[in-house]
């Protein structure tokens, strides 16, 4: 059973990922095609980054030929927009999807892939009939696993031919990609040379020659990375007499401006993904490649300059810019003596104040390098996309040009073009883009239904709570595959969809419900967020989601309540209750006896799961940098979140456990207070170094001071060969990094480091190496910095499997009989684990042998005394004291504290005024606190407002001071910009509460078991001083008046010493009972109800 529902969630279930398009970069270019005419002749090219990078009807020769690529796009995101991809029922569609799922944690699985793929393969056979399918394996990377590439193409090749479409296998012909630069500078998109491979190997599928010379070799300018790239493939693309060149950064590559113009003769070359795209500088470099990349290219009718956003988005004087783009307006007049220069404005930028200071300013000095040269107009882009000095929201989201704004653009520029092109109008693109999300919205609906699993099974949906809807997604494909659509009929038959199908996920079949004797186990995880399973650490501890190693830890059953028919969730290996009581944004943990209310499981949106709630608590899973802890969480705080990936829990039946693996909690080799004078390292003899040696998977704890910095690399622990250059280990790196250093697979020194920590003060690092993921993951302080995979040319190094690996030292290294990288400073301990830490585990390591002053009655608030326990990598919601006698903790409302050094830095956030909260547990008090603070970072300043008194940040220190509070719980505000300042000197004092607490009475109390409690309370003093207390009581749960008994009584309770004691509850009025539409003038039937006295 478990095999099966792995595989089959594997393959249908991905609610999560959707958020990802979300991207400005992605999504201007997918608004971008719902603007474009489409008919039944054009060969669309469906993909990522790989098929975004190219001009296809160039390399075709067919302006037939577009390109629907998306930088960035994951196979999910190629479902949700794939009706705008092959709107108009085109001839044909060649696909490549899944290389950008391999590399993305959580849907990094060939199940996955080969599930959207299936989707989409069956969607386009459903509504558009007559489009041939082609499917192209994914391309070899390095940056990939080759094995799983591998593995997903054999299912991609299976689902074609279970279709009847075409598969093309290009994976020897560009092999090389994983293995050298002769065809790729990154090891994962190509050059010209590898694009050319490509266009042979699909040339008879697509109709079309490729267009590219033979002998021709890669140009790339000098530029790295994909500009260099995508340039490899503009100098082998024909430039003719009658072109028109469209020369720029990222607005620019983002448009289909031969699809915008209706014209062969426009031509695409813009460079960059990721607005803004390469600056002038870059742009000039490119124009000898692109003009003169062909011995047989001629001069072009126009060229078309989109260029300067980039270097307007930095700090570079205005002046120096004009002169770098005259400079390269002379470059293409030297290259195109004869051809008419058209300067485009820049466009907009999102904030005004940028425009008014530098967007507008530039503009008006490209006007005058325009005036300077015969043939080159000024072309104002600029007034028609603005609203008062800022981008046009019409037109633009953010800095992103998306589908109207590029019409918008066109519209300009063909004024300029002749009668050469033929644009597409506001009004047709207006019409196009209502079709298209129409389409697109009842598509989703239709994609959605059909990703559900009907069957008894759980996580399925009885097959008769779906018939309907079956019979409605057959009639809604049907309409789809019609050119004639109406945008109010589509929209009218998604809703509909929709309706049926909340209707049918509402049948989710629930799990079998354990009682004595018959149990039956389940594992409750999360196939849309990293896979985690529920996982028990004891009663009383939080639970968390860890990988699936079928430990019964990690197992549970339902049984059903007779209180009130929810369930009770157990765990199998320490029969402790999954605990409702978690506050919200909180862990949620486990409790020994049976808790006071059940769980509830309902459907989700992503098909196969469920949330898992208890009135407004719902469990969701977090991420990896709150350890994956099992928090109470729901977007509306209300305990119906469906969306969220974190909320969306798949069930599998278990079977029999492995048994647990006992741990050893030491670690395998200690070494402690090594003092490294910078000369020398220090080398562990064999004997102790053999069993690191040996360990694949393995973790490092070093808790060091440094005494002087290193500007190049450090080494504080690493194994090397003696006799030859190479080495493996762990290193300070120019003075605010760290990581792993080694020597990789393919003879290149590679590192992996972590920019901006403060090495100037004692530290403890963690390094922990996963054999079985090959993945390392790094913290400073018991803070999770960053993880990465040794992958690709480098390859997985551990200290043990150094090629002729000698000796293992601490503090520097020796290769060729020479010490290299040494350590200055003190190793206060080193620690070898042979096995991975977990977070929470790292999170609790302390200081070896640390000595702190005593601090009394107060707690210092600084990294030295505590650490963040919940955040966002290096942003924080809340600091706790390492000290639990008592335990402080220290909030900011959301993640907006950081650290400099020791200190804790404050940020006001999104939310201003934010409070910041101090607090300690029942029994203490905080007396009062001090502190000094200056802004941070040269920032703006900012407002404080404590005990009453403002003060506003300056870059000298201030001294704050608060006493005489007496509360458990103590705030102050700051305000005003998104900035920060940093606390110093920070101590809180706290002392215990000796004061007598108050009796408290409950004075309506509600019957055990009932479900209908007293309601809206009202208390004062009567005048001949007694104190009353009323409270309206309901007979029904039902509104009054609808039933009969939907009667209410006034009660009360009368006090006469105060409060200390109360009467015997009675009734002031009450209610006949019968429905107010049957009572009689003279009778009094309802009863009261909401009192209030004053």
Partial sequence: MKNKWTTVLACFLWGGLTAQADQAFRNHRYDGFKVLPTNGEQIVFIGNSITNMHEWCEAFGNHNVINRGTSGAVSDEVVDNLESMIAGNPKKAFIMIGTNDLGTSGINNAAHVAGNARLIIDYIQKTSPETEIYVQSILPSRLRNLELQQETNDSLKNICRDFEVTYIDLWEKLLSVSQNNTHTLDGLHLSATGYRIWCNTIAGYVGSSCMYPEDAQNQTGGLGGSYGMRLSAFGMQKVNAEDILLIGDEVIHGGEWHELFRSAKVKNRGTGWGWPGPGIADVTREIPVILKGRSDNEEPQKIFLSVGAADINGNTALATLKDSYDKMVQAVRELAPNTEIYIQSVLPFAASATNTSRTEPFNEMLKEIAGKYEKVTYVDTYTEMADNHAARSTYFTGNYLYGKGYVKLAQILAQYMGDDVNPVSEQEAEKIYALISARQNLADVVIESKKLRFGKEVGEIDPEKGLKLKEAVSLAEKMLSQDQNVVEELNETATQLLQLKEEAMQGI???????????????????????????????????????????????????????????????????????????????????????????????????????????????????????????????????????????????????????????????????TNIEMDGTAPFRIPDADAEQVMKARTLSVVIDFTSESLPVDTAFLVASSNENEENYFGVVLQERTKYGVKYIGDNGLKGWYTQNGIDFSQRKQMVITMDGETESYAYYTDGKLDRTVSGMGAYGYRVFGNVPGVTGLFLGGIVTEDHIKFAFKGTIHSIRFYNRKLSASEIAALEYENQEKPEQGDSITVSMGYGKFVSGNGNWNKTWQSTSDSPLLTFDSGYNNMTSSGDNIVGYVGLYSPQNYTLSVPAGYIIEGYTFDFCIHNNGTPITLTVDGKTYTSKTEDQSVAVSGLDKSVATFTLSGANKGIIFKNFRVHVIKDNRPQEPRVEIFTTAAGASIPYRIPAITRMHNGDVIAVADYRHSGQDIGIVKNGRIDLRARISKDNGKTWGELFPVVEGLGANYAEAGKSDFWVAFGDPCIT
């Fill in 509 to 671: 079949n629930q799990p079998k419900v354990s009682a004595a004797g018959e149990e039956y186990w389940y594992k409750i995880y999360t196939p849309n967020r990293d896979y985690r399973y529920l996982t028990s650490n004891g009663a009383g501890n939080a639970v968390v989601g860890e990988p699936d190693r079928n430990y019964a830890r990690a197992m549970w059953k339902f049984e059903k309540r007779e209180k009130d028919g929810d369930y009770n969730i157990v765990n199998r290996a320490d029969h402790s209750y999954l605990n409702p009581n978690a506050a919200y944004n909180a862990a949620v943990s486990t409790q020994k006896d049976e808790p006071e209310k059940g769980w509830s499981l309902s459907y989700s949106n992503a098909p196969g799961t469920y949330i898992i709630t208890s009135g407004t608590v719902e469990l969701n899973q977090t991420r990896e940098n709150m350890n994956y802890a099992i928090y109470n969480w729901s977007s509306n705080q209300a305990g119906t979140d469906r969306t969220d990936s974190g909320c969306q829990f798949a069930l599998s039946e278990a079977g029999e456990p492995t048994e647990e693996p006992v741990v050893d909690e030491k670690p395998m080799l200690t070494y």
